[in-house]
């Protein structure tokens, strides 16, 4: 378990999931977004950084968010959906910066 799934666990029990949910995906967005006017490769490898913190805070709250919405018969179907749909947009998004990458600049699929 990383140090950021730990503190997100405990803050699920303390604050509003949605909510919570909503900041930590801000979070990871915010520097994928700011990757587009990187200079220096530390720049790039702090912001993917901080986005990958985030993904870490946001995939344990997914499951405990799946777990307040549907009972306890349909949690093990449900939860098969967000790892298909991680999946399926790593699939997608390599495939994409593949094409647009090379055409637009390796700055573009970031975005």
């Excluded at 503190?7 to 967005?29: P, S």
């Excluded at 990187?38 to 805070?57: A, H």
């Amino acid at each position: 378990r990383t140090p950021v799934a730990i503190a997100v666990g405990y803050l699920t029990d303390t604050c509003d999931r949605r909510t919570l949910f909503l900041l930590v995906v801000f979070l990871g967005e915010v520097p994928c977004l700011l990757t587009y006017w990187v200079e220096k490769y530390w720049q790039l490898f702090v912001l993917r950084m901080l986005t990958g913190i985030s993904i870490g805070g946001a995939i344990p709250l997914v499951f405990s968010i799946l777990g307040d919405l549907f009972p306890v018969g349909h949690r093990s179907e449900m939860a098969v959906v967000p790892g298909m749909a991680m999946g399926i947009g790593q699939l997608v998004g390599q495939a994409m910066a593949g094409f647009v990458g090379p055409a637009y600049g390796w700055r573009v699929p970031f975005v």
